[in-house]
Antibody, heavy 117, light 107 residues
């Protein structure tokens, strides 16, 4: 059974960079798309972007200037960097496996990131 | 971006009721439409992909239909564990976008 686990700081200061890692277990990271999705408290879901195991990426245009994703196949991990964060970036961040470019079939439990001084 | 609009935003229903949730896309998305269920404090769970395909392990009381711009998720006989928030998602074009959610509550 594939499992995903997000990790990273729960508190980030405004204007700094958010950095999260997702560790995949129970399956290979190869030949899949890996996604980041976030959800502010009490609100809906926002797709941030995806990275293929080869390293190719797609980002949401609204966040593209601040987002960088990377993958480490040797560790079965992929990562998210979001720069110049503000309070509007406070959310639960999920990592999720993508089946092709279509749907998300496995999700991490989510990690809350709060942007505050 | 393609806008996804769900209706209703909230819904009260009883166990064994038949429930339908609608999702409308701002442009045609063929059948690139997926449905998720989310319970409080949990990650979303995939129910339906490609508009009408049931994800493995999901009970058959869940079904999806539609193509183009109009889609529906139907729960044929509500069970207590089905009270949750439901989201549709389009994967036709980047960025993937979600509906605002439909909260299904116990009447």
């Amino acid at each position: 059974q594939v499992q995903l686990q997000e990790s990273g700081p729960g508190l980030v200061k405004p204007s700094e960079t958010l950095f999260l890692t997702c560790t995949v277990s129970g399956g290979s990271i190869s030949e899949y798309y890996w996604n980041w999705i976030r959800q502010p408290a009490g609100k809906g879901l926002e797709w941030i972007g995806r990275i293929y195991s080869s390293g190719s990426t797609n980002y949401s245009p609204s966040l593209k200037s601040r987002v960088t994703m990377s993958v480490d196949t040797s560790k079965n991990q992929f990562s998210l960097k979001l720069s110049s964060v503000t309070a509007a970036d406070t959310a639960v961040y999920y990592c999720a496996r993508g089946r092709g470019l279509d749907y998300f079939d496995y999700w991490g439990q989510g990690t809350l990131v709060t942007v505050s001084s | 971006d393609i806008q996804m609009t769900q209706s209703p935003s909230s819904l009260s229903a009883s166990v064994r009721d038949r429930v339908t949730i609608t999702c409308r896309a701002s442009q045609s998305i063929a059948n690139y439409l997926n449905w998720y269920q989310q319970k409080p404090g949990k990650a979303p769970k995939l129910l339906i992909y490609a508009a009408s395909s049931l994800q493995s392990g999901v009970p058959s009381r869940f079904s999806g239909s539609g193509s183009g711009t109009d889609f529906t998720l139907t729960i044929s006989s509500l069970q207590p564990e089905d009270f949750a928030t439901y989201y549709c998602q389009q994967s036709f074009s980047i960025p993937d976008t979600f509906g605002q959610g439909t909260k299904l509550e116990i009447k």
